[in-house]
T-cell receptor, first 117, second 114 residues
Framework: DTEVTQTPKHLVMGMTNKKSLKCEQH?????MYWYKQKAKKPPELMFV???????INESVPSRFSPECPNSSLLNLHLHALQPEDSALYLC????????????????FGNGTRLTVT | AQTVTQSQPEMSVQEAETVTLSCTYD???????LFWYKQPPSRQMILVIR??????QNATENRFSVNFQKAAKSFSLKISDSQLGDTAMYFC???????????FGKGTKLTVNP
């Protein structure tokens, strides 16, 4: 069982729809991440939140909007997506922020398989 | 810039045998961490093993061990007594101390045959 829970597992949306991906962890981790993974490729970092503040945005298009309501929750709001945005979206969390010099490993969720039609 | 290279796109091994997955990396930092993650068809990325660059001793986790050659910037993963459940994509990854970015290699697809 994964300690990072992502919902929904699958999502099909049209290019004009607005939807949200949700991620939740109760391990007390203070850093949370969104990754995008295309088929047969490694995950690509999108966003990092440390202590509920956005610390990294890897030049992600504005049609993706992250939100961290509290230390346990991470959302990714989607609007006006393109078919090429279809991918597996992975959420992850880690105990420590990297800025403390100690890199605790990432714990990943099972991902949301997104299809944009 | 950090890079991670996995030169074996696919590998296969017979059940109960041993297999080694290769990984080389490049970084200009002295403080960094290396990881192997496993991603089975269930999609979840699972941490297999981690190695701190300042530790000379190779990390071991049950049937999984690494051969960390710091001077050669090599970090291979050895799986002993391979099991069918080891079938997965394996990603080598690197992060610098103090950084929140994890750089992944392209992955090696491992198939364990009965």
């Amino acid at each position: 069982d994964t300690e990072v829970t992502q919902t929904p597992k699958h999502l099909v949306m049209g290019m004009t729809n607005k939807k949200s991906l949700k991620c939740e962890q109760h391990m007390g981790h203070r850093a949370m991440y969104w990754y995008k993974q295309k088929a047969k490729k490694p995950p690509e970092l999108m966003f990092v939140y440390s202590y509920e503040k956005l610390s990294i945005n890897e030049s992600v298009p504005s049609r993706f909007s992250p939100e961290c309501p509290n230390s346990s929750l991470l959302n990714l709001h989607l609007h006006a997506l393109q078919p090429e945005d279809s991918a597996l979206y992975l959420c992850a969390s880690s105990q420590d922020r990297g800025g403390q010099g100690y890199n605790s490993p990432l714990h990943f969720g099972n991902g949301t398989r997104l299809t944009v039609t | 810039a950090q890079t991670v290279t996995q030169s074996q796109p696919e590998m296969s091994v017979q059940e109960a045998e041993t297999v080694t997955l290769s990984c080389t990396y490049d970084t200009s930092e002295n403080n960094y961490y290396l990881f192997w993650y496993k991603q089975p068809p269930s999609r979840q990325m699972i941490l297999v093993i981690r190695q701190e660059a300042y530790k000379q001793q190779n990390a071991t986790e049950n049937r999984f061990s690494v051969n960390f050659q710091k001077a050669a910037k090599s970090f291979s993963l050895k799986i002993s007594d391979s099991q069918l459940g080891d079938t997965a994509m394996y990603f080598c990854a690197l992060t610098q101390g103090g950084s929140e970015k994890l750089v992944f290699g392209k992955g090696t697809k491992l198939t364990v045959n009965p």
